[in-house]
């Protein structure tokens, strides 16, 4: 494979980013490669109903991000529908998703530039939320989708319905739905567990359940999930995307998600498996490991 476009995005407010775009176009400009660019914005949007696309066109042969997680989030969600591999750079500080560190960006350059790296395909969410029967919000998300209650506000009553099976009305600070991708975020922050990202599956987890049993269930990514707020509330309920965009949910309001057309396509570090990523993101160190001591101290 002969690569003649390529895309870069990366985050225009800071400076790293913006320079390390500027070097990087000049060096694929040099090997003939045709650059598109675009800047993307920190900043989180609210009441945002539906997603803007991206500028680069969808011709492109691969996309490179240039940041953090953040950055890459919303990258997929703009450019999911090309079906284009993207290769995360981490210029960020955790970097699940952003696996190439500065360090090795070029070296990685040249062999995706040759075709020689392992693409991997994961699962992304679509949620739709309908109100009087009109459809008001609609979003893509590779991390998850979250139902969360105002910082004073009291805890919420949510109806789930599975494939329109009454599953439990959840009373709760919030609910998570999480992909295996974003397993390793809020939703393992609320206990739930940790996916191997390419299942076929995802997660729904309840944020400070009032009842204790109310624990994390693992769906089939061929279950709908349906959403009520079933009383009404004084107090703002927000349903937020990748923790990036958020919408007000009112009483009554349905929210449906579901497995999206749409898969990304993730280009592998070349020198870490998963595990060694786990182990080093999350601090799972002082083992011995095939002989090597694994440091101890976390990344985060």
Known sequence: MTTRNVGIIYKHEFEPALSEARRLTQW?????????????SATAKFNVCFEERS????????????????TLLGAARRVAAYGVPILGVNLGGLGF??????????????????GRLEVESRLMLE???????????????????????????RIIDL????????????????????????????????????????????????????????RPI??????TIYITLSQKSEERVSLTFDGQVGFDLRYADRVAIYKAEERIRLIKSPD?????????????????????????????
């Open 55 to 70: 500028v680069i066109p969808r011709e492109v042969d691969f996309v490179i991000v240039l940041g953090g997680d953040g």
């Open 159 to 214: 109806d789930v319905y599975i494939d329109e099976q009454f599953l439990t009305t959840f009373r709760a600070d919030g609910l998570i739905v999480s992909t295996p991708t974003g397993s390793t975020a809020y939703n393992l922050s609320a206990g739930g567990p940790i996916l191997y990202p390419t299942m076929s599956s995802y997660i729904l987890t309840p944020i400070c359940p009032f009842a204790l049993t109310n």
């Open 272 to 300: 870490q498996s998963y595990f060694e990523i786990l182990r080093e993101k999350l601090g799972w160190g002082g083992a011995t490991y095939q002989g090597k001591h694994v440091d101890g101290e976390t990344a985060i």
């Open 28 to 40: 694929l400009a040099d090997r003939g490669v045709r650059v598109f660019s675009e800047e993307m």
């Open 97 to 114: 998703l952003t696996e190439i560190p500065l360090k090795r960006l070029y070296p990685v350059m040249e062999r995706m530039l040759e």
């Open 218 to 223: 693992i769906l089939p990514d061929s279950s």
């Open 127 to 153: 949620t739709r939320v309908t109100r009087e029967n009109e459809e008001v919000c609609r979003f893509m998300v590779l991390n998850d989708v979250v139902i969360n209650k105002g910082a004073l506000a």
